[in-house]
């Protein structure tokens, strides 16, 4: 008889990492809405979408890897994409892993981190030298996660929002009169 998802979960899951494919896709987004919530999402900037996926997959397909359930039922329970990031005036190439996630009945154990050493090889092998990370400053399991796999010296960033709609108002009145009406 197959042990309880519960009891699965406290020791290492059997799962096999593979690249992702086209048919995948679907399956991934549904398993990032269950973890990416606008709440929940690592920064302001990026929004869980399919596009989102569909993007990763296009351009950067070589870093986008799925963790599968080594049984017959062959369940994707984990994902991670990423990309490179070169900057102007640096000989450094960076990985930067931008989505991470691991369905909820299987975490702790420890598919993340088969993700993340894939993940970490693959940059290694296209001469990748520093890998970035970002999170959410009260995701405890991320930040804990993450702390585990090696990553320091977090540097604080702030996001600050001005909503300008009161301006937009003004703006339509300014055009309306500059027209003659
Ligand atoms: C963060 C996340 C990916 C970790 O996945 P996971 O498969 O559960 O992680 P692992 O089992 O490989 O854990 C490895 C280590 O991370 C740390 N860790 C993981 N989850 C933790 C938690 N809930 N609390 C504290 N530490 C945790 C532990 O040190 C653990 O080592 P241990 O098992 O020896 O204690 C998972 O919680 C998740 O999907 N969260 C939602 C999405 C998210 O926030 N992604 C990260 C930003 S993109």
Same mark, same amino acid.
């Given at each position: 008889?197959?042990?309880?998802?519960?009891?699965?979960?406290?020791?290492?899951?059997?799962?096999?990492?593979r690249?992702?494919?086209?048919?995948d896709?679907?399956?991934? &987004?549904?398993?990032?809405?269950?973890? &990416?919530?606008?709440r929940?999402?690592?920064?302001?900037?990026?929004?869980?979408?399919?596009?989102?996926?569909?993007?990763? &997959?296009q351009? =950067?397909s070589?870093?986008?890897?799925?963790?599968?359930?080594?049984?017959d039922?062959?369940?994707?329970?984990?994902f991670?994409?990423?990309?490179?990031?070169?900057?102007?005036?640096?000989a450094?190439?960076? %990985?930067?892993?931008?989505?991470?996630?691991? =369905?909820? =009945?299987?975490?702790?154990?420890?598919v993340?981190s088969?993700?993340f050493?894939?993940?970490?090889?693959?940059?290694?092998?296209?001469?990748?030298?520093m890998?970035?990370?970002?999170?959410?400053?009260d995701?405890?399991?991320?930040?804990?996660?993450?702390?585990?796999?090696? &990553?320091?010296?977090?540097?604080?960033?702030?996001y600050?929002t001005?909503?300008?709609d009161?301006?937009?108002?003004?703006?339509? %009145?300014?055009?309306?009169? =500059?027209?003659?009406y």
């Amino acid at each position: 008889m197959q042990p309880a998802l519960s009891e699965q979960k406290r020791k290492k899951a059997s799962v096999t990492l593979r690249q992702m494919q086209i048919d995948d896709i679907a399956t991934v &987004f549904h398993l990032g809405e269950r973890l &990416f919530t606008a709440r929940s999402a690592p920064n302001l900037f990026r929004t869980w979408d399919e596009y989102e996926v569909i993007n990763f &997959f296009q351009n =950067d397909s070589e870093y986008c890897l799925v963790a599968e359930t080594d049984d017959d039922t062959e369940l994707i329970v984990g994902f991670v994409l990423g990309t490179t990031v070169t900057k102007s005036h640096s000989a450094w190439k960076y %990985g930067y892993l931008v989505w991470l996630g691991v =369905d909820p =009945d299987f975490h702790e154990s420890g598919v993340a981190s088969k993700l993340f050493h894939r993940f970490r090889d693959l940059m290694l092998d296209d001469g990748a030298r520093m890998l970035l990370v970002d999170s959410e400053a009260d995701n405890e399991p991320a930040l804990q996660f993450f702390r585990k796999m090696g &990553f320091n010296h977090p540097q604080e960033h702030i996001y600050l929002t001005l909503n300008i709609d009161p301006h937009r108002q003004k703006k339509n %009145g300014r055009r309306k009169s =500059d027209n003659g009406y």
